[in-house]
């Protein structure tokens, strides 16, 4: 039976260590959130976070725009994000209304503001096995619990199920630069089974419920489940079958309690290390 990957216990110790920080600081740091229409989920992840930072002890601002925003007032809002010193950290919530450049708003943002770090400088710098203002908080949360657990990743056969920008794509490149051999399966992968079955690290990041089923995952193997994913019963789920795959490997991400919890922890260390960063503390 598998080691629990307990994401819970392990956000709420870095948490605990942070906010014992935070009051020590003449100021607090703090984090603006713009959100763009009237999304449900998109205003319960955003509730979330402010709650978090406040919390902490953090200063927020949830910055709402209607869904009929023009691009050029967006951008202009951010960049008064950007030049107003008392914020320290901007995260845009993402989806945007389809008239909306995604692009073109995560790279107005200023990069030592980028607390999601999606602006191609922050992405480009890692991909360049640099360092960035700050890593994405996903695989950053996901990198942080493997440390705590110790778990080797150099020369492991690391195999991430899913390539997007926020989750597939940096926790690939974080891997490779923590010397793992890396490979990247998505929707067009053939032969998915074969390819998850070599993994001695499993992550998956797709939102589809029990994808990952037992005959796919390595005897050992490290299993990270990302998928939010909701049962017929309205239950949150992973994309891997927990109870199938927890009998084969040596550790498993719980959903809830696994990624979710350290993905919010970032957020906020990211947003108390971009503070330090333009107080140069
Ligand atoms: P996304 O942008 O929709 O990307 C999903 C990826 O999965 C795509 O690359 C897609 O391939 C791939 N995919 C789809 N079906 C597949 C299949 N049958 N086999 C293999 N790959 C497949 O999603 P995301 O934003 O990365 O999020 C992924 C999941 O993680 C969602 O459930 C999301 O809610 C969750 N999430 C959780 C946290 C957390 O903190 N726990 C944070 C972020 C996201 P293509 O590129 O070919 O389309």
Not at 115 to 130: E, L, M, Q, S
Not at 142 to 155: A, N, T
């Amino acid at each position: 039976m598998a080691k629990i990957l307990d994401g819970k216990l392990v956000a709420k110790e870095i948490l605990d260590n942070l906010s014992d920080e935070i009051l020590f600081l003449e100021k607090a740091p703090c984090l603006a959130v713009i959100i763009v229409g009237d999304d449900p989920a998109s205003k319960i992840y955003v509730n979330l976070k402010r709650k978090k930072a406040t919390e902490l002890g953090f200063d927020s601002v949830v910055v709402e725009m209607p869904e009929t925003i023009t691009q050029n007032d967006l951008l202009a809002k951010i960049e008064e994000l950007n030049e107003d010193k008392k914020i320290n950290a901007i995260l845009v919530q993402m989806p945007l209304p389809k008239h909306i450049d995604a692009n073109a708003v995560i790279e107005k943002i200023n990069p030592i503001k980028d607390v999601d770090c999606f602006h191609p400088y922050n992405v480009g710098r890692i991909a360049t096995g640099n360092i960035p203002y700050i890593y994405p908080c996903t695989p950053k949360g996901i990198m942080r619990l493997l440390e705590y657990y110790d778990i080797e990743i150099s020369g492991k056969n690391a195999v991430v199920v899913g390539r997007s920008n926020i989750v597939g794509k940096p926790m690939a490149q974080m891997l490779l630069n923590s010397n793992a051999t890396v490979t990247i399966c998505h929707s067009k992968t053939k032969n998915l089974s074969q390819i998850t079955q070599k993994a001695d690290i499993l992550i998956s990041a797709v939102g589809k419920a029990n994808l990952i089923t037992k005959d796919m995952v390595k005897e050992g193997a490290v299993v990270v489940d990302v998928g939010m994913n909701r049962t017929q019963d309205g239950k949150l789920c992973g994309d891997v079958d927990f109870w199938e795959a927890e009998q084969k490997a040596s550790y498993i991400t719980p959903v809830p309690g696994g990624v979710g919890p350290m993905t919010i922890c970032s957020l906020m260390v990211n947003t108390y290390d971009l503070f330090k960063k333009q107080n140069e503390l």
